[in-house]
């Protein structure tokens, strides 16, 4: 029974079959493997295009035309960029990727948030100009009214318009400004100094913005701290007017 095995696996017919068999199965395996790596796009790398700057509407088009899917994960603002427009994307450009591989991109957001205006009134203008960049506003138009207070905010304007701490605004706005340019008005009224002791008359010409001129007392007089005005000039008639920083002469008995 032994020798008839022996002959048989030994004879010429079951090694050709034996051969034909290998050879069958070994076609079959490179089949399916072939169709495997067809069904998987092996070996198929595509290079990931730089998808930043251009609009979400037009995404769907051109990533179908390279066979990649895309998906928005995220929507931020960013001030200067287009609404829909691409900021970010995963994975990078460049990167190698096979077909219908998704990328996640992230978009700039259609209305920019909203924020609370600040108040700054009596702020300087460079401490204004740093609030306004903390609170995602722009600051806009620049000007200048009379007023001591040098480059220190008087107003805050949105569109022409005074706008109120608190009030909602759009990040990204502008904010216009008007500052005091340090001067105040060029000319004042002549204030009335009439009955007052000198030291009452040096404190209401300071409080104006003026200067003590030069002090005169009558003959006679014993005490000059209670001396009263009873003359001045320039006079305070009702038209008349001074320039910020001049100096009344005043006459005391």
Do not use: C, W
């Amino acid at each position: 029974m032994a020798s008839k095995v022996f002959r048989f696996l030994s004879s010429k017919s079951f090694v050709i079959n034996l051969g034909i068999a290998g050879t069958i199965s070994i076609i079959g395996l490179l089949g399916v493997y072939a169709m495997l790596g067809s069904y998987t796009h092996h070996g198929q790398i595509i290079k990931v295009p730089d998808l930043r700057g251009m609009n979400s509407d037009s995404l769907g088009t051109y990533l179908n035309s390279l066979h990649l899917r895309f998906k928005i994960i995220d929507s931020l603002y960013e001030s200067g960029k287009q609404p829909g427009e691409v900021l970010d994307q995963d994975p990078a450009s460049g990167s190698g990727v096979k077909q219908e591989r998704t990328i996640y991109v992230s978009i700039n957001s259609v209305k920019p948030p909203k924020v609370k205006m600040p108040d700054l009134v009596d702020v300087s203008f460079r401490q204004a100009e740093a609030i306004l960049q903390t609170y995602g506003l722009v600051t806009g138009q620049v000007s200048y009214q009379p007023d001591l207070a040098k480059n220190a905010i008087l107003k805050q304007l949105f569109k022409g318009v005074v706008i109120k701490p608190g009030t909602e605004i759009y990040k990204g706005s502008a904010i216009d400004l008007v500052l005091g340019d340090g001067t105040g008005t060029s000319d004042l009224p002549v204030p009335e100094l009439f009955g007052l002791t000198r030291n009452e008359a040096e404190f209401v010409l300071q409080g104006s913005g003026l200067a003590l001129g030069s002090v005169s007392f009558s003959p006679g007089v014993k005490d000059s701290a209670s001396a009263t005005v009873y003359k001045q000039e320039p006079e305070a008639t009702l038209n008349s007017v001074i320039r910020r920083g001049d100096a009344i002469d005043i006459f005391l008995k």
